[in-house]
Structures are given as C-alpha cells and as structure tokens.
T-cell receptor, first 114, second 113 residues
Framework: KAGVTQTPRYLIKTRGQQVTLSCSPISGHRSVSWYQQTPGQGLQFLFEYFSETQRNKGNFPGRFSGRQFSNSRSEMNVSTLELGDSALYLC?????????????FGNGTRLTVT | AQSVTQLGSHVSVSEGALVLLRCNYSSSVPPYLFWYVQYPNQGLQLLLKYTSAATLVKGINGFEAEFKKSETSFHLTKPSAHMSDAAEYFCAVSDRGDDKIIFGKGTRLHILP
C-alpha cells in the first residue's frame, strides 16, 4: 500500500511569491492534516480536512490556506511568502478522525524562502 | 487551548538504561494522548495512544506510557534502551470533542554506547 506522498520534496521561493504544496493520502483515508515543522517550534498544526471540509484550523495567518478534493488529495497554499515561512511542511492522513485512527505522515516538503 | 509540554529537548541515556521522556498536558478534562516517534530520515509514526480504557498503555518496541490525571502527565518509558531507539519523540494531545492533534516540541533521545 502506497504511503502518503508529498510533492514537491524541495522548493525555493523568494519573498512575496506564493506556493502550492500537494499531498496524496493513503488510499481509503479521508482525513488530511497539515503541519509546519521548524527546529524551534516543533510541529505546529495548520489545518485538518475531512471529506472536503475544513474541520479545524490552527493559529496561522490567512496567507495559509488549503483545500481537499473529492479523491481526498489535498493542497495547501501560502501567499505573499515571508522568510519565516521557511520550514518543513508535513502532511498526514488518517482513515478516520485523527484522534481515533493513527496519523500517517509523508516525508514533507521543505520550503526555503529567500 | 489544549497543549502539551515536553520537558527536555534532548535526553541522553546509556544503552541498557531506563528511558524516561516527560510530557504534561493542559486540560481539566482528560483528553486523548499520543506518543509519536520520528526515526532519522523517516516520517512520524504512532508509538502508542491513551483513550481512557487503561491508564497504562503499551506501545510498539517495548515502550509504554502511564496516564496520571493528578499530575496531568503522560510520561513515556522503556526499561532498557537500545541503540535503535535513538530518534525524536513527540507527545501529542487531542480534546475529546476535537479532531485536531496538537504536538509538543519534541524530545530527541540519544543513546550512549
């Protein structure tokens, strides 16, 4: 069974640009969660989608947005990039709600903003 | 807002010694609690979780964690450390009425030969 796939693996952008990250969950998983991982802050919750609906959102500015498609694939978008957005962005899928079924993480997209 | 605090960003233990990684949560109502592990160059994976069925929870690779409501703690232990346990460990929490998992900042475990 294929794991969670995130593309691209690496991205380099300049300040002010926007970026879209993609996540393909494990087949049959309906929930997708996104996290930002940085050395100082650990994993910070961005948002969680279930059956195309955003159910939860973390404390990130509106520049961070996401969506989920009918096939459960998800994308997140960051507009007007800032240097502080440089991080590893992790996507995780679960069969059901994350508190009831384990999160399966992808390898992440490493975003560098210059 | 629900949160977890992991004491010690780095912990070193000798091979064969007891592993103790500390986690405290903030909630007046016992939440769901988790430990995830991230081995080098791998994604995070679930080690164990607490959902109120039993206060002592056993996970994979010989790890276990005990839920203590009076101390709002969910510390992770393993009686005898192995070199392969070197990894980063994350404590996480979810409110019972919520669908998001909030992670602590992580503790990197180093195993000394």
């Amino acid at each position: 069974k294929a794991g969670v796939t995130q593309t691209p693996r690496y991205l380099i952008k300049t300040r002010g640009q926007q970026v879209t990250l993609s996540c393909s969950p494990i087949s049959g998983h309906r929930s997708v969660s996104w996290y930002q991982q940085t050395p100082g802050q650990g994993l910070q919750f961005l948002f969680e989608y279930f059956s195309e609906t955003q159910r939860n959102k973390g404390n990130f500015p509106g520049r961070f947005s996401g969506r989920q498609f009918s096939n459960s694939r998800s994308e997140m978008n960051v507009s007007t990039l800032e240097l502080g957005d440089s991080a590893l962005y992790l996507c995780a899928s679960s069969r059901d709600t994350p508190r009831n079924s384990p999160l399966h993480f992808g390898n992440g997209t490493r975003l560098t903003v210059t | 807002a629900q949160s977890v605090t992991q004491l010690g960003s780095h912990v070193s233990v000798s091979e064969g010694a007891l592993v103790l990684l500390r986690c405290n949560y903030s909630s007046s109502v016992p939440p769901y609690l988790f430990w995830y592990v991230q081995y080098p160059n791998q994604g995070l994976q679930l080690l164990l979780k607490y959902t109120s069925a039993a206060t002592l929870v056993k996970g994979i690779n010989g790890f276990e964690a005990e839920f203590k409501k009076s101390e709002t703690s969910f510390h992770l232990t393993k009686p005898s450390a192995h070199m392969s346990d070197a990894a980063e460990y994350f404590c996480a929490v979810s409110d019972r009425g919520d669908d998001k998992i909030i992670f602590g900042k992580g503790t990197r475990l180093h195993i000394l030969p």
